[in-house]
């Protein structure tokens, strides 16, 4: 199979289990993370330049995830500007440095491709304590649906994977016994989900034969969180 999809934030939690899900689907899988891991290139994705030097020695490239980002719970009274600004550029201006390489590759392969960004729950809705990181996640939202017009053209689709709390280091390091509690009252499902779950859901819209003529989608992965309203 001549399939190769990219993957950042590939070394940990949802972009790790892409990484994995998609190599068992036949994909050929090329991962990026900050953190050096074997196997996995090192890349900031802030990083202009290595994007478009990491983007750019892939050949063949048909799908992309962008799964790399950074979060912070803070109140807007107590949220550092410069907190603010690292978040926006890592899940904002990272996923379209990322998407923008990865589209110019297809363009040129002539293949067309799927664009997948990881974004969240926290882009549709207002969370407590996330201005910025929900404020970078609606963009990234947006953005995929601005991809969606800009690339059809080319044959490549772009979408939003919106998860609730996953179980990965991420939610670990942030979400205490409380939060946990907050959340899981809210939740449909009654539980956090798994990585697999997502994983699952980027696979179904990377693939052109089960997802061809969905594009500019924000598909909520949530335990029916995003469309609750009352709940005993
Ligand atoms: N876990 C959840 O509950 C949840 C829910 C909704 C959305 N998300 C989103 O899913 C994505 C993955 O999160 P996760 O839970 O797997 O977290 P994680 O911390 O396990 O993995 C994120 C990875 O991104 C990498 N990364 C961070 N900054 C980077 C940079 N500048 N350049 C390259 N790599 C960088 C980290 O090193 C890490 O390996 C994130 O975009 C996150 O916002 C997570």
């Known amino acids: 199979m001549d399939r190769l999809l990219a993957v950042t934030g590939g070394a940990s939690g949802i972009g790790l289990g892409i990484v994995e899900a998609a190599r068992g689907e036949g994909w050929q899988v090329a991962a990026a993370d900050r953190i050096p891991v074997e196997g996995v290139a090192t890349l900031d994705v802030t990083d202009a330049a290595a994007v478009a030097s990491w983007i750019g020695g892939l050949e063949g490239l048909r799908g992309v995830v962008c799964s790399a980002g950074i979060s912070a719970a803070t109140p807007i009274l107590d949220t550092d500007p410069e907190i603010f600004r690292r978040i926006l550029d890592v899940n904002l201006t990272g996923s379209f440095l990322v998407a923008q390489a990865a589209a110019k590759a297809?363009?040129?392969?002539?293949?067309?491709?799927?664009?997948?960004?990881?974004?969240?729950?926290?882009?549709?809705?207002?969370?407590?304590?996330?201005?910025?990181?929900?404020?970078?996640?609606?963009?990234?939202?947006?953005?995929?649906?601005?991809?969606?017009?800009?690339?059809?053209?080319?044959?490549?689709?772009?979408?939003?994977?919106?998860?609730?709390?996953?179980?990965?280091?991420?939610?670990?390091?942030?979400?205490?016994?409380?939060?946990?509690?907050?959340?899981?009252?809210?939740?449909?499902?009654?539980?956090?989900?798994?990585?697999?779950?997502?994983?699952?859901?980027?696979?179904?819209?990377?693939?052109?034969?089960?997802?061809?003529?969905?594009?500019?989608?924000?598909?909520?992965?949530?335990?029916?969180?995003?469309?609750?309203?009352?709940?005993?």
Request: proline share 4%; net charge positive; charged share 15%.
């Open 106 to 232: 297809m363009v040129a392969g002539g293949k067309g491709g799927s664009i997948v960004f990881v974004a969240s729950v926290s882009g549709l809705r207002g969370i407590q304590d996330r201005v910025a990181y929900g404020a970078s996640k609606a963009a990234v939202i947006n953005m995929a649906q601005v991809l969606a017009i800009d690339l059809a053209k080319y044959g490549i689709r772009a979408n939003a994977i919106c998860p609730a709390p996953i179980e990965t280091p991420l939610v670990t390091r942030l979400h205490d016994a409380e939060t946990r509690a907050q959340w899981i009252s809210r939740i449909p499902a009654a539980r956090y989900g798994r990585v697999e779950e997502v994983a699952q859901a980027a696979l179904f819209l990377l693939d052109d034969a089960r997802s061809s003529y969905i594009t500019g989608h924000a598909l909520p992965v949530d335990g029916g969180y995003a469309g609750a309203g009352v709940m005993a």
